[in-house]
T-cell receptor, first 116, second 111 residues
Framework: DAGVIQSPRHEVTEMGQEVTLRCKPISGHNSLFWYRQTMMRGLELLIYFNNNVPIDDSGMPEDRFSAKMPNASFSTLKIQPSEPRDSAVYFC??????????????FGPGTRLTVT | AQSVTQLDSHVSVSEGTPVLLRCNYSSSYSPSLFWYVQHPNKGLQLLLKYTSAATLVKGINGFEAEFKKSETSFHLTKPSAHMSDAAEYFCTGSSASKIIFGSGTRLSIRP
């Protein structure tokens, strides 16, 4: 298996622009997670999907952030409008089944976002 | 309330000496506990996990961890550090529908 695939790997954009990050989970996994990592705040869980349904979005910073999972093999995280403080590495992870079942997460390589 | 606390933000050891990275948890339920490693500019990779089977769990690269319910601890150990072990380590707990990451411990290895 190719593992979790994220695109793009690097994104540089100007403040105010829309940014869309993409994730393809491992085939057969039914849980998907979006994380943000910065030096200041560490690793933060933004949102968790199970069977394409958002289960926990309490970590989504504000209305500028939105995440969708239209099918089991694709998810997007969108920031509109982007701000410099959104600069971070965004990770996508997938797991075989729901949180609490004891299955580990498999992480993608991350998207490094820079907003100028 | 659930929580995962990594007691050290930075640990430095000499190559060939033992490694101890500390993690305490609190949970109303029997948790699943994990240790992940993150090398620079990489994603996180699973080292080992505890899911209520054996309390001593062996992972990759010679790491192991022991679940101690009485101490609510899940410390990560390795008998002999290698230069390639230099990385960030995360302790994670999950139960019910919640997953919680510790703040991470940066492990440095001195030659």
């Amino acid at each position: 298996d190719a593992g979790v695939i994220q695109s793009p790997r690097h994104e540089v954009t100007e403040m105010g622009q829309e940014v869309t990050l993409r994730c393809k989970p491992i085939s057969g996994h039914n849980s998907l997670f979006w994380y943000r990592q910065t030096m200041m705040r560490g690793l933060e869980l933004l949102i968790y999907f199970n069977n394409n349904v958002p289960i926990d979005d309490s970590g989504m910073p504000e209305d500028r952030f939105s995440a969708k999972m239209p099918n089991a093999s694709f998810s997007t995280l969108k920031i509109q409008p982007s701000e410099p403080r959104d600069s971070a590495v965004y990770f996508c992870a997938s797991s075989l089944t729901a949180v609490g079942s004891g299955y580990e997460q498999y992480f993608g390589p991350g998207t490094r976002l820079t907003v100028t | 309330a659930q929580s995962v606390t990594q007691l050290d933000s930075h640990v430095s050891v000499s190559e060939g000496t033992p490694v101890l990275l500390r993690c305490n948890y609190s949970s109303s339920y029997s948790p699943s506990l994990f240790w992940y490693v993150q090398h620079p500019n990489k994603g996180l990779q699973l080292l080992l996990k505890y899911t209520s089977a054996a309390t001593l769990v062996k992972g990759i690269n010679g790491f192991e961890a022991e679940f101690k319910k009485s101490e609510t601890s899940f410390h990560l150990t390795k008998p002999s550090a290698h230069m390639s072990d230099a990385a960030e380590y995360f302790c994670t707990g999950s139960s019910a529908s919640k997953i919680i990451f510790g703040s991470g411990t940066r492990l440095s290895i001195r030659p």
